[in-house]
């Protein structure tokens, strides 16, 4: 070594993980996979990290998206068409190499239901906490007589939980009842409005969330 030579500092090797940074990409890629031979991998380098915990923005699927548990506080679906439906897919229960699907239910309210059979009573009591999450005034009943005519009418809803059945013609009661009401927790959804994506939604967004 002569006089002056500069020796250059041994560099620190910071191996930390740490968040990502920098501009935001505006296209769809795929996430690099580490294909390197384990035994071949550089002595002293920083050792790999993975995926086990991502955030993304915008994520785009192109096959088959599986999860083993989904955790969300809101949930938003949209699509292209008027035909988009939001649909499950899974192993029929009872058919061998066959699959069952459905779609979820849609309508104009955050509607609630509950249903069941009526038998020698004219009382539907509702779920105690029908009290605090839906609107009286909203609940609708629908019965359908079993075995025989009965004439069967809604005589009164009672505080908006018990419902009162009376038979037209004197007869015992049995039935199958369906009843429908309204969420009273937050605003009333807004079902058609002008704008170009969710963001113009003109209503409160947050109780389509999940509450902690």
């Known amino acids: 070594m002569s006089a002056g030579e500069f020796i250059p500092k041994p560099l620190e090797v910071d191996c930390s993980d740490r968040q990502a940074w920098g501009q ?12 390197a031979d384990p035994a071949k991998y550089p002595e002293g380098a920083c050792p790999p990290y993975y995926h086990s915990s991502a955030q993304i923005d915008n994520l785009q699927v192109n ?5 083993v548990t989904v955790t969300a506080t809101q949930v938003t679906a949209s699509g292209v068409t008027l035909t988009s439906r939001k649909p499950f897919d899974i192993p029929h229960p ?3 190499g066959w699959r069952l699907r459905h779609v979820c239910l849609e309508g104009p309210e955050s509607g609630v239901y509950y249903r069941g059979r009526l038998t020698n009573s004219n009382v539907i009591e509702l779920p105690a906490y029908w009290k605090g999450l ?3 005034e909203s609940i609708t009943v629908t ?10 009418i809604v005589d009164k809803i ?6 009162i059945v009376k038979s037209g013609t004197a007869s015992n009661i049995d039935c199958y009842f369906l009843v ?3 969420r009273k927790d937050g605003e009333k959804l807004i079902v058609e409005y002008e704008g170009k994506s969710i963001e113009d939604y003109p209503g409160d967004n947050s109780i389509y969330s999940i509450n902690k």
């Open 94 to 96: 009872n058919k061998e």
């Open 180 to 182: 429908h009401g309204e």
């Open 24 to 35: 935001p990409s505006a296209i769809y890629s795929y996430i690099f996979k580490n294909n």
């Open 63 to 67: 096959a088959a998206l599986t999860a």
């Open 158 to 163: 009672e505080w908006g939980s018990r419902i």
């Open 143 to 152: 019965l359908t007589q079993i075995g025989s005519s009965q004439d069967l």
């Open 134 to 136: 839906v609107d009286p």
